[in-house]
């Protein structure tokens, strides 16, 4: 891990300097910008990144700032985002720690790009008070005045495909919607709108969502 980032193109530019701290962690020296570090999950031994494992992390590296997981062979638990983040930690893959060290002064708050997006869109009005993340694209929604929580995961793909949105059915029972957040989606297929139909999910763009926030669900 610790050569990897060394090697990243973007540590030449920033003058980094990356120095392995006890078993799993690293510490990043950033000119005119505070330390770094982050705590590497060992994917020969953690399959699942559990609350647990965050808080063995911490209790073997006190000063983390981030967790690195390899998303290729490890998942994340649904509570795991939310713990994280009310401890002001990061999670996310070696990518998201170079991106991170780029354009964070305290990486404990990076959010990825498209997460971030996400969140400032839906927590926008006024009848959401709460947004839960459960997963890297799943997420729940705590609204005012009666209205019921929503469960929702979101695409940034291009074109939703009837594959997608059926796995996404199936690997969560109690979804709402699947939202599409990428602009460049004006509408749907035939088949993946009829998968829709027949599932009783609601199929929409980013847009269409929003503007439904404020409406009772069936």
Same mark, same amino acid.
């Given at each position: 891990? %610790?050569?990897q980032?060394?090697?990243?193109?973007?540590?030449?530019?920033d003058?980094?300097v990356? %120095?392995?701290?006890?078993?799993?962690?690293?510490?990043?020296?950033?000119?005119?910008?505070?330390?770094a570090?982050?705590?590497?999950c060992?994917?020969?031994?953690?399959?699942?990144?559990?609350?647990?494992v965050?808080?063995?992390?911490?209790?073997?590296?006190?000063?983390?700032?981030?967790i690195?997981?390899?998303?290729?062979?490890?998942?994340?638990?649904?509570?795991?985002?939310e713990?994280?983040?009310?401890?002001?930690?990061a999670?996310?893959?070696?990518?998201?720690?170079?991106?991170a060290?780029?354009?964070?002064?305290?990486?404990?708050?990076?959010?990825?790009?498209?997460?971030k997006?996400?969140?400032?869109?839906i927590?926008?009005?006024p009848?959401?008070?709460?947004?839960?993340?459960k997963?890297?694209?799943?997420?729940v929604?705590?609204?005012?005045?009666?209205l019921?929580?929503l469960?929702?995961v979101t695409?940034e793909?291009?074109?939703?495909t009837?594959?997608?949105?059926?796995?996404?059915?199936?690997?969560?029972p109690?979804?709402?919607?699947y939202?599409?957040?990428?602009?460049?989606?004006?509408?749907f297929?035939?088949?993946?709108s009829?998968?829709?139909?027949?599932t009783? %999910?609601?199929l929409?763009?980013?847009?269409?969502? %929003?503007?439904?926030?404020?409406?009772?669900w069936?």
């Amino acid at each position: 891990m %610790v050569q990897q980032i060394r090697t990243d193109p973007q540590r030449s530019i920033d003058k980094r300097v990356v %120095v392995p701290i006890g078993d799993n962690g690293l510490v990043v020296t950033r000119p005119g910008r505070p330390d770094a570090v982050a705590y590497c999950c060992e994917r020969s031994t953690i399959e699942v990144i559990t609350t647990a494992v965050v808080v063995r992390a911490l209790h073997e590296l006190p000063q983390t700032q981030m967790i690195i997981i390899f998303p290729s062979s490890q998942d994340i638990h649904a509570g795991t985002y939310e713990f994280v983040r009310e401890r002001r930690l990061a999670i996310g893959s070696l990518s998201d720690l170079n991106s991170a060290l780029h354009e964070c002064n305290d990486i404990g708050t990076y959010e990825e790009r498209e997460a971030k997006y996400v969140r400032s869109r839906i927590t926008r009005p006024p009848a959401v008070t709460r947004v839960l993340r459960k997963g890297h694209n799943l997420w729940v929604l705590k609204r005012s005045g009666g209205l019921r929580s929503l469960t929702i995961v979101t695409s940034e793909a291009y074109e939703v495909t009837d594959h997608a949105f059926t796995n996404a059915v199936i690997q969560h029972p109690a979804l709402d919607a699947y939202i599409a957040t990428s602009p460049n989606v004006q509408g749907f297929s035939n088949r993946v709108s009829a998968s829709a139909r027949d599932t009783g %999910v609601k199929l929409l763009t980013m847009n269409e969502f %929003v503007r439904t926030l404020r409406q009772p669900w069936t």
